[in-house]
């Protein structure tokens, strides 16, 4: 494979996987598949792909990539991971990273998400010609393809390609088409759009950092709404948080989001002020975020001071609400690095059994559902199959089956043949033999070839003959050992004569 390319900054992994094919001259997507992935069921996705593990294989040890770097630099799971939870991130980190089957969409809400994903890749053409001018060549950008971001916060509105973003080649990488892509003219964008850009850029520059819990983010919002008075007790106002957001962003363009909040009691805005049970996107938090927050807010900063928020002990009576939230949150945090260093089986036999002992008492479907999503991934269709098991169990079989026979000479040809017969799954040893060294050993090894079937016949025929009393003549010893002169391999002849002395 000729050296595959570096993304460049913000550029989709996905672009980067075309741009290898342009470069290697490959034009059958297939082909480009098995060349990168060594796969061709992968789907070509564009906004969290995953098997990044390959990908990293692709580079030279020494430039220290690894696919948390590609995860959080060329794909769009930093619009995602500040909002769900660490357990979560951690969960998809490890799904998106490894070779497992992926549950992504679902848990990052993509697909149920309120947010409408852009139907079609999208580009900026200034930046187009830009790249052309600057690298011979031109890419897709991440922060394009964001829902809620009609532009360019350099040259104006973003123009629809038409390469779906999910698309019905499933299995195709289209790079950038430059001479479709420039144009012109290009209008501006919105104020809004402007400004939800830049927040967006700062969500990309997000570091690996430990993100708040969803109950931090309820606190927060429920903190928000108090500092603007907006509240009494625990009573939230929710009208005028409605119109306080609505004030802000202007009914028009939050209709053309499909998040206008319609007042009801189930409305999206009214859930992001009440305790968080599902994850929010970031296009809703970052609107009720400016509506809220004075200008010049830093994400990064509401991030870490929501993730050391602290919720308030509760006041109820069950055991778990009295339970304090503090000692909850410390041995849920502890369980997570104990299973994240160890895995779940590991984490208990590894000074970690307290607490695990303490969640399954007080918290019993949280610690189901990290340890489900920390199992080891199931391996694809050629690791299913433990091939070193299978060989060990096999060579043992095989040779259970060599020592029992050894002393029955009345046996046909012990052949490779035979042997596999004998098995029960023939087919699968027999088209694995590659996968199984010691099968393979065991069958140069101990296979009888022809002049030792031959041998072991004459033995038979001469002991039958010497127990019978009867003649020992070497055409006798042949017609009964169903040989003749002609059939005779060498080293049967050399038995005869040396050893049988006829
Ligand atoms: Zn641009």
Not at 22 to 42: A, N
Not at 149 to 160: F, K, S
Not at 197 to 206: P, Q, V, W
Not at 214 to 232: E, F, P, S, T
Request: proline share 4%.
């Amino acid at each position: 494979m000729l050296g595959f390319p570096l993304p460049y900054r913000n550029e989709l992994l996905y672009s980067t996987i075309a741009r290898h094919g342009v470069h290697s001259g490959i034009v059958s997507p297939k082909e480009l598949l098995q060349e990168v992935y060594g796969d061709t069921r992968i789907i070509a996705t564009s906004d969290l792909p995953g098997h990044l593990n390959r990908i990293v294989a692709l580079y030279p040890e020494k430039i220290g990539i690894t696919a948390s770097d590609l995860l959080y630099n060329n794909t769009l799971f930093p619009l995602y991971a500040p909002f769900i939870g660490e357990a979560r991130r951690k969960s998809l980190i490890r799904e998106l990273t490894t070779d497992g089957k992926s549950s992504v969409h679902l848990i990052t809400g993509a697909t149920a998400s309120r947010v409408k994903q852009p139907e079609y890749l999208r580009y900026c053409p200034g930046c187009i010609e830009q790249q052309l001018h600057e690298f011979g060549e031109c890419y897709w950008r991440r922060d394009w393809q964001v829902a809620g971001v009609d532009n360019c916060p350099v040259h104006g509105r973003l123009i629809d390609s038409n390469i779906p973003r999910h698309d019905i080649h499933r299995h195709q990488f289209t790079p950038v088409n430059a001479d479709t892509c420039i144009q012109p003219e290009q209008q501006s964008g919105s104020w809004q759009s402007v400004l939800i850009a830049r927040s967006i850029n700062e969500l990309l520059k997000l570091k690996q950092i430990v993100v708040p819990e969803l109950v931090q983010w309820g606190c927060w919002y429920k903190k928000l709404a108090a500092d603007h008075n907006l509240n009494r007790r625990s009573q939230i106002h929710h009208e005028q948080v409605q119109q306080k957001v609505i004030a802000f962003w202007g009914a028009d363009w939050l209709t053309r989001q499909k998040l206008m909040p319609d007042g009801g009691e189930s409305s999206w805005l009214r859930n992001m002020f009440r305790k968080h049970r599902k994850a929010f996107s970031y296009l809703e938090h970052l609107i009720v975020l400016h509506s809220f927050l004075e200008a010049g807010w830093k994400l990064a900063d509401v991030v870490t001071f929501v993730a050391r928020l602290q919720p308030k002990a509760r006041t109820s009576t069950t055991a778990l609400q009295e339970m304090d939230q503090t000692q909850l949150e410390s041995y849920r945090r502890s369980w997570l690095d104990a299973v994240g260093k160890y895995g779940t089986k590991m984490a208990r036999l590894s000074g970690y059994g307290d607490v695990y002992a303490w969640l399954y008492r007080h918290d019993r479907n949280w610690l189901m559902e990290v340890n489900l999503s920390h199992k080891a991934p199931k391996p694809k269709y050629e690791g299913k199959i433990d091939w070193h098991k299978r060989d060990v169990n096999t060579v043992k079989s095989l040779i259970a089956l060599c020592n029992g026979n050894e002393c029955r000479l009345d046996d046909p040809r012990r052949s490779k043949n035979w042997y596999l017969n004998q098995l029960k799954q023939r087919a699968g040893i027999e088209k694995h033999l590659k996968l199984l060294p010691l099968c393979s050993l065991f069958f140069d090894r101990y296979c009888e070839n022809i002049f030792e079937y031959q041998i072991r016949r004459m033995s038979r025929t001469a002991i039958s003959t010497v127990q019978s009393g009867g003649p020992f003549k070497r055409w006798q010893v042949l017609r009964w050992s169903g040989l003749s002169e002609e059939r005779l391999t060498e080293p049967a002849r050399r038995f005869l004569k040396e050893i049988l002395g006829i």
